[in-house]
């Protein structure tokens, strides 16, 4: 059990159950969704970019403990950062999670808690689901819509 | 009676020895993450038996040749084990002859087939296709393409809460413009058992061919397509305790008789000039290309395997797991089961209150319990109840009421990890 416990975590249970910026924002600058067709989980991530810096982030949608919590620690973790330090932010992530158990990885902060996801492949999409809605939303030139 | 005892009871009187079988299925001894293997997911891909793991080996060691082409004495042996193969699969869903089985890559292949060679030859724009909301993705999608293709409609018959077919609304949706119902016999996403008989009586009324998707009932229920009076049957070699890559079609033969090619290629004609290509007889005329020759062998003798045991008690015992299982799941706290038709075999599909089916799926695996986690390639199924995914046990004739006690007590972990 104990690699069980490395995956679910107090914080990420907690994340879970209280996700953080479980919210959406009025005219976001950046919006995309993210779908994982595996599972059927959907997220919508909402941002809003001022001047290079993202000023707020917000998600809502369904998912599992490991992308929900994925989900709400990103947003905290972005949350006041420029664009590019968001980017950054998303590859040093990614390699966390990619990265095989048994190899050092950074220390990212709290978002390291999903590390644990190694050990288990197939929920590694699980914990990147928001993070690469994230990459999409603000690939998207800013939207100035209303809808 | 409790329902635990009740299963118990209705266990005890079935001469059918659970334990002899699993000595069958040599992977059930497997331990996984240290723990014995509990394998909770046969309706995604069912075990196999050394017999078919012994009939592959001995085919690729004494008698691997291509088929229907050669005139060594290898080619002959395999042409032998490749055609016997279908003679059983005939006798098991008592067809009325060998040449109304066409050998395919599964149900998928077979309903694509059925679809693009009958369907795409005989319907017109504004026909109509009757499927119901239970369907696996493969008995919906390949009648999406034939409606683009043609201008043909698609109806869908809906269900009721429990998960049964609406009859009445079933009744109401067959039109005269309804040229092919497409049904499942046994849903995989909740277990449902469909009034096929009845299905195929009223829209042969209506003058509609019927397609029935076999997949999920095969494993369990004794199919017999003359009795069914069904126009196509279609299943899968790999969920009856066979290999991948095979599956039957199952045609009347006057609509096979009449049906255009699917694919083209080799063993498919009599003949080939530049000017003009004569076709095979009927069922050759449908499989272009090398088969999976070594994948029949495994299927045919999968065949045996379930013709050899005794079927009424091996539903008789599934059904009593079935019945425990439900009854132990509900118990519960927090647990809600999806999909209580009055008739259902195999599956039972859960909520537990708080935990998302793929998190508990991760934490049954560390506990050694194999299910299915997800939307089980039924996404109508699940928008129906308002889900994402379920927690899917489905059975096998190997399943034990011992394993549904580890599952429970695996449950039990996983609401702990959440609580």
């Given amino acids: 059990m104990s690699d069980l416990t490395d995956l679910y975590q107090e914080v990420i249970l907690d994340h879970n159950k209280r996700p953080r910026n479980f919210r959406t924002i009025e005219s976001p600058s950046h919006h995309a969704e993210g779908y ?4 059927g989980d959907r997220l919508n991530l909402y941002v809003q970019v001022d001047s290079n810096v993202i000023t707020d982030v917000a998600f809502l949608g369904s998912g599992c403990a490991i992308s929900k919590a994925s989900a709400s620690l990103m947003t905290d973790a972005v949350k006041g950062r420029t664009v590019a330090e968001a980017r950054a932010l998303f590859e040093r992530f990614h390699h966390v999670v990619t990265t095989p158990p048994d190899q050092p990885v950074e220390d990212l902060g709290k978002l390291s808690v999903l590390a644990g996801v190694r050990e288990f492949p197939v929920r590694v999409k699980c914990a990147s689901l928001a993070w690469h809605t994230l990459k999409a939303a603000l690939e998207r030139e800013p939207s100035t819509s209303t809808e | 009676m409790t329902p635990s005892a009740a299963s118990a ?4 009187r079935t001469a059918f020895d659970v334990q002899k079988v699993r000595r069958d299925f040599p992977i059930l001894s497997e331990r996984v993450h240290g723990k014995p293997l509990v394998y909770l997911d046969s309706a995604n891909t069912s075990q196999k038996p ?9 085919y690729y060691r004494h008698a691997n040749a291509n088929i229907h082409r050669a005139t060594h ?5 395999a042409t032998a084990l490749y055609e016997g193969a279908r003679a059983k699969a005939a006798a098991f869903v008592n067809a009325p002859d060998a040449k109304s089985i066409v050998l395919t890559k599964g149900t998928t292949d077979g309903i694509n087939l059925v679809a693009q060679s009958y369907g795409r030859s005989t319907l017109r724009a504004g026909d109509e296709i009757l499927i119901s909301w239970l369907e696996h993705h493969s008995n919906i999608v390949p009648w999406q393409l034939l409606c683009e293709q043609t201008g043909a409609l698609l109806r869908v018959v809906p269900i009721d809460e429990t ?3 609406d009859l009445e609304q079933y009744a109401a949706r067959l039109s005269p413009r309804t040229r092919i119902v497409a049904m499942g016999h046994v849903s995989n996403a909740l277990g449902t058992v ?27 229920l004794a199919v017999d397509v003359q009795a069914l009076d069904c126009d196509f049957y279609v299943f899968s070699s790999h969920k009856m305790y066979g290999p991948t890559g095979v599956g039957v079609l199952y045609g009347r033969p006057s609509l096979l008789e009449a049906m255009p090619p699917y694919q083209g290629g080799g063993d498919m004609i009599a003949s080939v000039t530049f000017e003009k290509t004569l076709y095979n007889v009927v069922p050759y005329k449908f499989e272009a290309g090398t088969p999976n020759i070594g994948g029949v062998v495994g299927f045919g003798a999968a065949v045996d395997y379930l013709m050899a045991i005794d079927r009424d008690g091996a539903l008789a015992h599934e ?3 079935l019945a425990y299982a439900t009854s132990r799941v509900r118990e519960i706290p927090g647990a809600r089961i999806i999909g209580e038709a009055r008739h259902k075999t195999g599956v039972l599909s859960f909520l537990l209150e708080g935990v998302h089916p793929h998190d508990a799926g991760t934490i049954l695996d560390r506990e050694g319990v194999a299910v299915r986690t997800g939307q089980h390639c039924a996404q109508p199924v699940m928008d129906r109840y308002g889900i994402t995914a379920t927690i899917r046990a489905s059975l096998g004739v190997y399943n034990t009421r011992e394993e549904i006690d580890v599952l429970v007590r695996a449950l039990e972990r996983v609401r702990g990890v959440f609580a």
């Fill in chain 2, 9 to 12: 009871a209705a266990e005890a």
């Fill in chain 2, 163 to 165: 998960g049964d077919i």
């Fill in chain 2, 194 to 220: 469909n009034p096929v008989r009845q299905i195929v009586e009223q829209a042969h009324a209506r003058g509609a061919v019927v397609l029935i998707d076999g997949a999920q009932a095969v494993p369990h």
């Fill in chain 2, 73 to 77: 004495l290898l080619s002959e042996r």
């Fill in chain 2, 50 to 58: 050394q017999s078919v793991l012994d009939a592959m080996d001995a």
């Fill in chain 1, 36 to 39: 994982n067709p595996l599972c």
């Fill in chain 2, 319 to 321: 059904d009593a797991v």
